[in-house]
């Protein structure tokens, strides 16, 4: 069920939702579904009961709120929708059964805590409460893994996308996701899939000034989502959820020589090179055991990739997590310039351990630096940046800077990796 060594954990952070960014491909959410489940049943085999809980949660508010708040929702595929329903359904479910399991784990972890004599869920919507002297054990559970056929999934989710996680304060997160849910007209607006007219209303799509010409033979038949209150119920008070530390990521450490290597042409023309970092996950570590060398368009300071759709592909093949990027700066030094804290942005936003690895053979001080975004303070500031190219950033609102170097990668000399070049 995991290590013993914990720490405390605001659950509005780890279950936080994902704001719409209607710049952003539908698509682009539907592959972040795929990956959320990808990890919960690999935290199910593992027995890891909060981290499976807490990805459960994540689903089921992307499903219910985020994805059906995009302006292209009502027109994308009747069978996407209908997918995304069944698997929200399979989640709930799995939900209701698990809270038990996961307070009783909370409760031995939280030996200090005030025993909770009743964990109860709101009555209205006919789901049931369980005292804590009949909580059964994660073994008594019935985990069966949440439906996902091998070769149904959302499809190809498109290019890069930008997106923001917004964690809200705790307190206020909590009155929104509390058994007396009652989202005001602007979360429902922006967030909800019930739209302004509220938990009897209809949803409606963002409006939108730039018009949208659908094709005539899209299928606008409506999908029956389930209720928004029948996920608040779901939540655990905060003060008595406890969970292991955030994950780590272990990188070869000879990763960055071999990755030097395959850039060297490029390095010796003083034109950047870029790859895709990939992975697993196995006891709460996430492992890169992939380089992936995409086709690409180099300059002195730039580095595209031009055919996503091979890298999508080489990932769903093998069951990979996108943990992340790496490129060379020639002539430059280690930093993220305004161009690479916008494309690093797109790899966080799809999972928060996603790194972004410079490497600078010129710079005297430091050879590579290891990065992600600063959250909330850099994420916000790029997220509301619509600027292109190269450019100035603000400072965040905390005045903090906009990313920092990592802290929780481990440089492993026993890991193995795979070079997948596609150029």
Request: glycine letters at 6%.
């Amino acid at each position: 069920m995991g290590s013993s060594s914990c720490e405390a954990i605001d659950i509005s952070t780890s279950a936080r939702r994902i704001g719409v960014d209607n710049r952003i491909s539908l698509r682009f959410y539907f592959r972040i579904a795929d990956n959320i489940l990808k990890q919960a049943n690999i935290f199910r085999a593992e027995k890891n009961v909060i981290d499976l809980y807490v990805m459960l949660l994540r689903f089921s508010s992307l499903a219910l709120e985020t994805i059906p708040s995009h302006r292209d929702y009502r027109s994308s595929l009747k069978s996407n929708k209908e997918y995304l329903r069944m698997r929200l359904l399979d989640v709930l479910t799995e939900l209701e059964k698990l809270k038990p399991v996961v307070q009783q784990r909370i409760d031995e972890l939280n030996p200090k805590l005030m025993p909770r004599s009743n964990v109860q869920a709101h009555p209205a919507n006919g789901s049931l409460g369980w005292s804590s002297a009949v909580q059964p054990s994660f073994n008594s559970y019935d985990h069966t893994k949440v439906r996902n056929p091998p070769g149904h999934n959302f499809g190809y989710m498109g290019s890069r996308g930008q997106q923001f996680l917004n964690a809200a304060p705790r307190q206020e997160l909590f009155r929104k996701m509390s058994v007396n849910f009652r989202p005001n007209e602007e979360t429902l607006s922006k967030h909800s899939i019930l739209g302004p007219g509220g938990l009897g209303g209809q949803w409606q799509p963002p409006i939108n000034v730039t018009k949208v010409q659908y094709p005539s033979n899209i299928d606008f038949s409506p999908v029956e989502i389930p209720r928004l209150d029948r996920l608040a119920c779901l939540f655990i008070p905060d003060e008595s959820l406890r969970s292991e530390s955030p994950l780590e990521l272990h990188i070869a450490t000879t990763m960055m020589d071999t990755f030097m290597r395959l850039a060297k042409s490029n390095t010796k023309k003083n034109l950047e090179t870029c790859g895709i970092l990939a992975g697993s996950l196995k006891n709460r570590k996430f492992y890169i055991t992939a380089l992936i060398i995409p086709k690409q368009e180099s300059t002195s300071d730039s580095c595209q990739a031009t055919n996503e759709e091979e890298i999508f592909e080489v990932q769903d093949k093998q069951s990979l997590f996108p943990l992340g990027w790496i490129h060379t700066h020639p002539t430059q030094s280690c930093f993220m310039s305004s161009i690479d804290v916008h494309t690093h942005y797109s790899y966080q936003i799809m999972l928060p351990e996603a790194v972004a690895i410079v490497m600078a053979p010129q710079d005297s001080s430091r050879n590579h630096g290891i990065f992600r975004l600063t959250t909330p303070g850099g994420m916000t500031v790029i997220r509301n940046c619509d600027r292109r190219g190269f450019h100035a950033h603000s400072s965040p609102a905390d005045g903090g800077p906009i990313y920092n170097t990592c802290k929780d990668v481990y440089m492993n000399p026993n890991l193995k990796f795979d070079v997948i070049d596609l150029r």
